[in-house]
């Protein structure tokens, strides 16, 4: 069966349905773009049609946009010359969306052509709306769930099948910025406020048949087809467009640090094109975008946050033969702050909830978080009282453990205290399910050691969601020694449920995540200690993606957890505890009673509302600053080799069964430059022969810690890279 089909009705309307076999969403293929090429031919060839509607036949969408899997490998598949082969694929793209565009026209009178509409039953994203904004006009329905955008930029490219020459020109550059450099999604009322849908109908492809019979030549005329146009907002050379131009290359940077080159690149395509006529346009956003699919940040963006991601929340790391475990009632102990962030997400996810806590107020107040969080949501428009009353009628905030009889998974989010755990493990064993799986949101303590505590080691499991959780995308699930596979389904099906991105890993002490953060954290502190600036290491940071740099993360997540976590692994680990100058910094601001944002004082000063205000100038007194500040690059290289060389090591110790798992991780729990794909696919970008030469050089300079690990050393000397050497399917190293 065919992607596009072409069908004639009565009236001599060409219908050009598009419906790909076996998706639940249209995704152009090669194959599909060469069937639309077919249709639109023989459609303008027929005398018989008048006009021409492209629909979908699929209900509720139009299409998701081209299909990432083809994007990720066009490099590899564009032949010898792949910027050629690349530049002229994107260029038969802008061909046959021009064609659809001028529609057989006159070129000089812009007369004759067949009008071509667009009928959108729902959402529309990526070329499945550049395609419409090649006809001649957009009708979209009346469908409350539909979204619309051009959403690439989140995977590291940008709209270059003519999205962006002629967003830009239908509505400005400013109007247009939500849109190509956000990737913001709007619904139907507010994508026809902006300009981005012409028009909104019950019945889009009635309205549209009506329109194409209707339709004169005059309304087939793109305006920047027409004598006169004049870009919406001016255009650079003009005084309000070059402030507009100004104003978005500012707001690019200082959003972006400069650190991702799809928004560059994008930003460039913008403003060349917006200099010259559209066709020239067309081929400078082809010569841009070709430049990004060629950078090998994309196509690690596309394999990291899309393809593995995808992989992950459909089960590609799911125990085989359990049967599915979809949780019913689940029992959250502890109403602080996480356990109230799991309530929350489990009751939005039509659980039944029973949270405890030691009395009732303790537990009323964990609820509450609900409650606060569903009434912004009403405020915005998004949530209903009825939906409301019935999310926070699915959970019961009680101190009585009794209610938790019939719960098919427990979350245990109490005091980070061993003792404390095993006393509520043992006390809730006895009352749940014996089928019931417990599972611990430990962030530090091993899951082997929790699970002693437990009649059932085997149904133990850590779960660990980050904070705040209903706003973090990823949960970390640790098995312990004696985990078994139903629990880790379990675990699975209910990360699914949730709707966030799981990813699996063996119990090693801080697991994988904060394995990898808290030398990011101590790389930062050890620098200052060595008289670098507090303001060149976050910034370095940022200008490698990071949200935040170490100094700031310290203090956000608060000083006093990190030297709470540095007593209790020094305890734990005994004469193997590796001393740091890191540590030495920070029980020293513990006793200065700056503790960070929480106390308003910290790495940084804080006004009464708890605004940072600036670094704080007294840490100098303690840790004067160098004359001679290191290079920018010297920097960011040890902020990255401090994290990324944990992975390995986590990959080569079993912690990491699954790469892709990795560099998911990564991206999604602490923001590990997104540009990169994660730090498996860093090490990919840079090439094994350099990251272990440059470990060689860090270490000799700033000691083992930067020691080149025996698997990194070994793919060094073979010329391999992580993604070569380990198939996505791979389960171990």
């Not at 349905?17 to 998706?23: I, M, S």
């Not at 905030?397 to 980070?416: R, Y």
């Not at 040890?638 to 699954?658: I, T």
């Not at 050089?697 to 810690?705: C, I, P, T």
């Amino acid at each position: 069966m065919a992607d596009f089909t072409l069908t004639k009705d009565a009236d001599g309307v060409g219908i050009i349905t598009w419906d790909v076999p076996g998706k639940t969403m249209n995704v152009m293929s090669f194959d599909g773009l060469s069937e639309l090429n077919d249709c639109i031919d023989q459609a303008l060839a027929d005398d018989e049609i008048k006009g021409i509607v492209i629909t979908s036949g699929k209900e509720g969408s139009f299409a998701g946009g081209m299909d990432l899997n083809l994007l990720a490998v066009m490099k590899e598949q564009a032949g010898d010359d792949p910027a050629k082969g690349l530049f002229e694929g994107t260029m038969k793209m802008h061909a046959l969306l021009r064609k659809i565009e001028l529609a057989g026209m006159d070129p000089k009178t812009k007369k004759g052509g067949k009008p071509i509409a667009a009928a959108l039953p729902g959402t529309a994203a990526g070329i499945g709306m550049e395609l419409p904004l090649a006809t001649h006009r957009i009708f979209a329905a009346e469908n409350p769930k539909a979204k619309y955008g051009l959403p690439e930029i989140m995977v590291g490219i940008f709209p270059g099948a003519g999205g962006t020459t002629r967003m830009v020109r239908k509505v400005g550059a400013i109007a247009a910025a939500p849109l190509l450099l956000e990737g913001k999604m709007l619904d139907v009322k507010k994508a026809k406020g902006a300009g981005y849908i012409d028009e909104i109908a019950a019945d889009p492809l009635a309205a549209a048949k009506e329109w194409v019979l209707n339709a004169k030549d005059a309304d087939l005329v793109k305006p920047w087809d027409a004598k006169g146009y004049k870009m919406p907002g001016g255009a650079p050379y003009h005084p309000a467009g070059f402030m507009n131009f100004v104003g978005a290359s500012a707001m690019v940077n200082g959003k972006t640090q400069g650190a991702f080159p799809a928004a560059k690149a994008l930003l460039s395509a913008v403003y060349e094109g917006a200099l010259v006529d559209f066709d020239t346009a067309l081929k400078i956003e082809a010569r841009w975008f070709t430049s990004v699919l060629m950078n090998p940040s994309s196509g690690a963006m596309i394999r990291s946050l899309f393809l593995n991601k995808e992989a992950l929340e459909k089960g590609a790391v799911r125990p085989q033969g359990i049967p599915d475990q979809s949780v019913k009632k689940i029992g959250v102990l502890g109403a602080g702050m996480m356990g109230a962030g799991i309530a929350l997400v489990s009751a939005q996810a039509g659980m039944e909830v029973v949270l405890i806590d030691r009395d009732q107020a303790a537990a009323d107040k964990g609820k509450a978080y609900t409650e606060a969080y569903l009434d912004k949501g009403m405020k915005r428009g998004k949530v209903t009282a009825e939906k409301k009353e019935a999310m926070l009628a699915r959970i019961t905030a009680t101190p009585d453990l009794e209610k938790l009889a019939g719960c098919d998974l427990i979350i245990e989010a109490v005091f980070e205290d061993p003792k404390v755990k095993a006393e509520m493990t043992q006390k809730v064993e006895a009352i749940i399910p014996e089928d019931c799986i417990f599972a611990s949101n430990t962030s530090t303590l091993p899951i082997t050691e929790l699970a002693k505590a437990s009649k059932r080691p085997d149904q133990f499991i850590g779960i660990h969601f980050f904070s705040p959780v209903e706003k973090m995308f990823l949960v970390e699930i640790i098995k312990g020694k004696e985990t078994g596979d139903r629990a880790v389904a379990k675990a699975l099906d209910y990360v699914r449920q949730i709707r966030k991105t799981p990813i699996v890993v063996n119990d090693a002490r801080f697991f994988y995540c904060n394995r990898c953060i808290i030398p990011y954290i101590n790389e930062g502190a050890r620098m200052i200690t060595e008289g670098v600036s507090p303001v060149l290491v976050d910034n370095a940071a940022r200008q490698l993606g990071f949200p935040v740099g170490p100094v700031q993360l310290t203090d956000e997540t608060s000083i006093d957890l990190g030297a709470k976590i540095a007593r209790a692994t020094k305890a734990a680990m005994g004469d193997a505890y590796p001393e740091s100058p890191a540590d030495d910094l920070i029980f020293w601001m513990e006793e200065q009673g700056r503790l960070g944002r929480k106390s308003k004082a910290g790495f940084f000063d804080y006004d009464e509302n708890g605004k940072r205000i600036g670094y704080w100038k007294g840490l100098q007194d303690k840790y004067p600053l160098a004359e001679q500040q290191p290079d920018l690059i010297e920097v960011q290289e040890r902020l990255m080799f401090a994290q990324v060389l944990e992975a390995v090591r986590a990959l080569e110790e079993g912690v990491l069964e699954d790469i892709r798992e990795g560099d998911v991780g990564a991206i999604l729990a602490w923001g590990f430059a997104p540009w990169s794909g994660g730090p498996f696919s860093w090490l990919d970008i840079i090439g094994a022969p350099y990251a272990a030469e440059r470990c060689d050089q860090l270490s000799e300079k700033y000691g083992d810690r930067f020691a080149c690990p025996p698997l990194l050393r070994e793919m060094a000397e073979k010329g391999q890279t992580f993604y070569g050497r380990f198939d996505p399917e791979a389960k171990a190293a």
